[in-house]
């Protein structure tokens, strides 16, 4: 419908609201958080980040990372990474939403 390929009903429900709404959803499998706990923050220059495409990244200090304890998991609202997203064998999910607000 999109002229995407199917990945799984989480990940093609994700890309489906990115495409109505232009708002960027990402999905983590909640066993991947590490510490169980979220922290957004921006990482130093040049920090090494592999993406779900399996490519590996540098990043921009003002690149805004979604984080567990131990390591980036995302880069926010742009492209999750290679190791937290949701697999066939994923029970419970964890929701980023992203949202652009522009100041005048």
Do not use: W
């Not at 708002?23 to 990482?43: E, Q, R, T, Y």
């Not at 130093?44 to 979604?66: A, G, N």
């Not at 742009?78 to 522009?102: K, N």
């Amino acid at each position: 419908m999109l002229g995407l390929s199917s990945i799984n009903n989480v990940v093609d429900v994700t890309n489906y609201v990115l495409h109505e709404t232009g708002n960027p959803l990402h999905a983590f499998d909640v066993s991947k958080i590490k510490g169980n706990k979220i922290i957004v923050k921006n990482l130093e220059k040049d920090t090494k980040f592999i993406t779900l495409d399996e490519q590996e990244r540098k990043l921009h200090p003002d690149d805004l990372m979604i984080c567990n304890v131990d390591e980036p998991m995302c880069i926010a609202g742009v492209f999750g990474g290679l190791d937290s997203g949701v697999t066939e064998q994923t029970d419970s999910v964890f929701l980023e939403a992203a949202f652009l607000i522009r100041f005048q």
